[in-house]
T-cell receptor
């Protein structure tokens, strides 16, 4: 199993540009989520999904869109990037039906918006 | 929503020392995890521990759910233990709340 994978690892955008951060998992987990981590801070939940076709907002959803068309993929879209979105983005997945409900993280995408 | 507080925020140790990190949470939970974020930014699962005690090598964790806290013990610390330690509460509805972390620096 590759676990949770994210692409790209690094990205630099100009203000106003759009892009999609990719996230995929091969563990057949129903739950997937996106977090952002700003310097010296913990992780804040952006959006999450409990299954294909179902998404919901987390703590800091503004400026981000998500969709979940398959169990495996959960892309995060920035429609018009702003400097305030400079951060490290982590994708995670969990098995909601499993005994432990343990959450697993991808390696992260470091995004800089100029 | 649920509040998660970690202490201390920063900890500096000499190699070989022991330490205890604490995680307090504001509501009863049935799903708590400890993570280590290494200096390269990678988040590593340490323990899934909604209650009781678990041990893995030099690390162990205890959660007392009725008193709403969890402790992470690091014994005989090594420089590779440096990084940030997070606890996270995962709700059955799907949302997760992280504490702000404890930054551990182990000096040789």
């Amino acid at each position: 199993n590759a676990g949770v994978t994210q692409t790209p690892k690094f990205q630099v955008l100009k203000t106003g540009q759009s892009m999609t951060l990719q996230c995929a998992q091969d563990m057949n987990h129903e739950y997937m989520s996106w977090y952002r981590q700003d310097p010296g801070m913990g992780l804040r939940l952006i959006h999450y999904s409990v299954g294909a076709g179902i998404t919901d907002q987390g703590e800091v959803p503004n400026g981000y869109n998500v969709s979940r068309s398959t169990t495996e993929d959960f892309p995060l879209r920035l429609l018009s990037a702003a400097p305030s979105q400079t951060s490290v983005y982590f994708c995670a997945s969990r098995d909601l039906r499993g005994a432990t409900n343990e959450q697993f993280f991808g390696p992260g995408t470091r995004l800089t918006v100029l | 929503g649920i509040q998660v507080e970690q202490s201390p925020p920063d900890l500096i140790l000499q190699e070989g020392a022991n330490s205890t990190l604490r995680c307090n949470f504001s509501d009863s939970v049935n799903n708590l995890q400890w993570f280590h974020q290494n200096p390269w930014g990678q988040l590593i699962n340490l323990f899934y521990i909604p209650s009781g005690t678990k041990q893995n090598g030099r690390l162990s964790a205890t959660t007392v759910a009725t008193e709403r806290y969890s402790l992470l013990y690091i014994s005989s610390s090594q420089t590779t233990d440096s990084g940030v330690y997070f606890c996270a509460i995962n709700t059955n509805a799907g949302k997760s709340t992280f504490g702000d972390g404890t930054t551990l620096t182990v000096k040789p």
